[in-house]
């Protein structure tokens, strides 16, 4: 069974930078497309970044292009979201994604909590 644990979030002023990991276990991680999403309080979740099972291609939601760097690492089966120039608007919990292949071959980790202060 597939496992992600977030880590890396939490309290900074804003400019500052963060960066989360995404560990997985259980499962092959070079199989796996692997995404940011976050939910702040009384929004829906919504798309962050996403990077391809090679890490080749990488998609940002355009609130973040310029500031949010995803990235992976298949020999270590970590996914990473550095972020930069923080903001109050950035202010959620952050949520690691895998998807791999077949129907249902989806998982979500537990979320690490954002807050920037302005």
């Known amino acids: 069974q597939v496992q992600l644990v977030e880590s890396g979030g939490g309290l900074v002023q804003a400019g500052a930078s963060l960066r989360l990991t995404c560990a997985f276990s259980g499962g092959s991680f070079s199989g796996y497309a692997m995404a940011w999403f976050r939910q702040a309080p009384g929004k829906e979740r919504e798309f962050v970044a996403s990077i391809s099972v090679s890490g080749a291609n990488t998609f940002y939601a355009d609130s973040v292009k310029g500031r949010f760097t995803i990235s992976r690492d298949n020999n270590n089966a970590a996914a990473y979201l550095q972020m930069n120039s923080l903001n109050p608007e950035d202010t959620a919990v952050y949520y690691c994604?895998?998807?791999?292949?077949?129907?249902?071959?989806?998982?979500w980790g537990q979320g690490t909590q954002v807050t920037v202060s302005s």
């Open positions: 994604n895998a998807v791999g292949d077949g129907v249902g071959n989806v998982y």
